[in-house]
């Protein structure tokens, strides 16, 4: 089973990821946090991406073409993987392609959760997240206590500068954008599965689980 987690910033993408993960025992990689892993080992990689992180500047597709590379090639991928985070456009998406040929891997769904943008700007901003262990609440699904405090670590919890009304409507058209064109490559190979990623959790999660198994 290799899946590719396709949705805009709020539709919650992380978390149905993860759900799949545990039920297929399939690892779910977030490209975030592989390469905060390559630079944290300094793999030649990751030592690469490091100067470009430094400089401030996009870890170029070919370098994290490489590090998502080494990570399907360790052992708890061989019964399939779920990418989170990667591709973002079409000249990766063809990039992951010519990789995954070469490992002799085909990508066999691509989930897209779709979600109205009004809601998203809801969630979005109504998101809190603790300022030092990063867990997320929010102020409609999940509030946090109402000191503030984080019930993991007891750390303050805050609203991202970047939660905000407008500059949340702007990430999401940057998003639209961006994804459209990626979205049209993976339903010309038949791979796209459109899914409805309102209501709970679980109802997307069983979404999603009828899709993978009936395509």
């Not at 919650?12 to 080992?41: C, D, H, M, W």
């Not at 430094?54 to 080494?70: N, T, W």
């Not at 392609?97 to 779709?114: N, P, Q, T």
């Amino acid at each position: 089973m290799q899946i590719i987690m396709l949705g805009a910033p709020g539709t919650g993408k992380g978390t149905q990821g993860n759900l799949l993960s545990n039920y297929f025992g399939i690892p779910n990689i977030s490209t975030g946090e592989i390469l905060r892993s390559a630079v944290k080992q300094e793999s030649p990689l990751g030592i690469k991406a490091k100067l470009y992180m430094d400089a401030g500047e996009l870890v170029p597709d070919d370098v994290m073409i490489g590090i998502i590379r080494d990570r399907l090639r360790e052992a708890d991928c061989e019964k399939g993987f779920i990418l989170d985070g990667f591709p973002r456009t079409v000249t990766q998406a063809e990039a992951l392609d010519h990789l995954l040929s070469g490992e002799k891997i085909d990508i066999e769904h691509v989930i897209a959760l779709e979600v109205a943008e009004n809601a998203l700007v809801m969630r979005l901003t109504s998101r809190r997240v603790c300022s030092v262990c990063g867990k997320d609440y929010n102020m409609l699904s999940d509030p946090p206590p109402g000191d503030m405090k984080c019930r993991m670590c007891g750390g303050e919890i805050i609203q991202r500068s970047d939660d905000n009304e407008t500059t949340v409507t702007k990430r999401l058209a940057v998003y639209e954008e961006k994804t459209a064109p990626l979205k049209e490559y993976y339903e010309r190979q038949s791979k796209l599965r459109h899914v409805i990623g309102a209501g709970s959790v679980e109802e997307v999660q069983d979404r999603i689980r009828e899709i993978l198994h009936t395509s």
